[in-house]
């Protein structure tokens, strides 16, 4: 039997795609190895959001081809973004390459493993697609875990962003087509789910006249089986009073919000054609209206023209609102994107300053949020143990970006299991504690 390994690059909307091709690929027949150096073909879904993206998309290809010399593999099958960017010039580039998938042929993986197998070179490029609800997904988080994208693409066209070019317009997923995706999910015995898009407070504006995003997590929210249910990447403009009610009474719902806020000067924020918000007034809606919320946002520097005070006034409004997860990036002059063309580009020294100051400032507010929850107990999911402690994360981590909680119990906990803990120590991402109390039956 032929055997197909998978490695999935870049963000969890990217996961899912992956998370696809091996339901795809496993339903034709072929066997799923996640040793590469046992595999016939290696599938790699690539990331290309920004340049270092891209050079760790090259780098995994190159690595994944010296398996031809070390292990067995015969073929080498190339997806996503970057496939999507670069199109045929890849080929040229990286005769490594034996098959191309683009983002919105990810359907056909199977045609791409059996053409590059037979020595065709297959390409299948072509407009984004919006990937069927129907196609089988074998999941590759652990198995109390998974994400569903909620929509396709973006329809934002941020100056700075490529998005668009690689994933299409905004397209939202119908709303019984992610309710039964859920319930499938639920049933598997998934009990975090994470409702991920671009964009997600857009989803069924296309589709039903207006963004209908509170009713369809209220929905999920309902569904039985699922303890927690997630909401990343919300737009600082739709984020509405009906939003924030749900959030704040269905139990099941996270109270934590992603805003990529990516700056706070309105000069800037214009020039990058994204809103102008008032940011302070922003957190202080969303803190009212959902006690105990945390808050996380991502913010760019070194944008063209970003000058030493719109630098001043970002870190003084993080400084202000106390975001309890700030991501930092510096700016990354993208081929093809309107930025890209901009005067006043910022020097690298300049940019590594910057993201080092707001970096350390973040870090110091973070540690200062941890140590106001000490005493205080949290509802925790247990995903494994490390030396003596048990680690997991509380309704205020993310999968894969945020903190861990650390804790000590008197018995053996399950991953996937609920257990209640009491913070006794604060560090600047990661909080330490107790078990409380008897655990939850996973």
């Not at 970057?82 to 010039?89: P, S």
């Amino acid at each position: 039997m032929i055997c197909v390994g998978i490695i999935s690059l870049g963000c969890a909307k990217n996961l899912v795609d992956t998370e696809v091709m091996l339901g795809l690929l496993g339903t034709a027949g072929y066997a799923i190895t996640s040793d590469p150096g046992s595999a016939d073909v290696l599938v790699i879904n690539t990331c290309a959001f920004i340049t270092p993206a891209q050079r760790e998309s090259i780098a995994a290809i190159l690595e994944a081809a010296r398996y031809r010399e070390e292990g067995r593999l015969k073929a080498l099958v190339v997806a996503g973004c970057l496939a999507q960017r670069h199109g045929r010039a890849l080929l040229q580039e990286m005769p490594e390459i034996d098959a191309l998938v683009g983002t919105g042929r990810v359907g056909e993986v199977v045609a791409a493993v059996t053409g590059a197998l037979a020595g065709e070179k297959p390409v299948l490029l072509g407009p984004p697609g919006l990937p069927s609800g129907t196609a089988p997904r074998l999941l590759t988080t652990p198995p109390y875990l998974a994400y569903i994208k909620i929509a396709e693409g973006c329809s934002n066209r941020c100056s700075f962003c490529i998005i668009p070019q690689l994933r299409g317009p905004y397209r939202s997923r119908c709303r019984e087509e992610i309710l039964a995706e859920a319930r499938s999910l639920s049933a598997q015995g998934v009990k975090e789910v994470v409702l991920v898009a671009q964009d997600t407070t857009r989803w069924g504006l296309d589709l039903y006249g207006r963004p209908d995003l509170p009713v369809l997590l209220q929905e999920v929210a309902r569904l039985e089986g699922l303890r927690w249910v997630r909401l990343l990447y919300a737009y600082p403009t739709g984020i509405s009073d009906e939003l924030l009610g749900v959030m704040a009474e269905e139990e099941k719902v996270c109270n934590y919000l992603d805003i990529p806020l990516q700056h706070v000067s309105p000069r800037l924020l214009r020039a990058m054609k994204r809103p102008v918000v008032d940011v302070p007034g922003l957190v202080r809606r969303v803190r009212a209206a959902v006690p105990g919320v945390t808050l996380r946002t991502t913010f760019i520097v070194g944008f063209p023209g970003e000058t030493a005070a719109d630098f001043a006034l970002l870190a003084a409004t993080v400084r202000e609102c106390g975001f309890d997860r700030v991501g930092i990036f510096p700016y990354f002059r993208e081929e093809g994107t309107e930025a890209a063309a901009l005067p006043e580009q910022v020097p690298w020294k300049e940019k590594r300053e910057r993201l080092r100051q707001l970096r350390a400032l973040a870090r110091e507010i973070s540690l200062q949020r941890n140590r106001e929850k000490v005493g205080r107990e949290f509802l925790v999911l247990v995903e494994g143990k490390k030396g003596r402690r048990f680690y997991g994360r509380s309704e205020a981590d993310a999968p894969e970006v945020d903190g861990k909680v650390y804790f000590t119990a008197r018995e053996a906990l399950a991953p996937g299991t609920f257990v209640r803990v009491r913070v006794s120590r604060a560090q600047p991402y990661d909080l330490i504690g107790e078990m409380t109390g008897i655990p939850e039956v996973p």
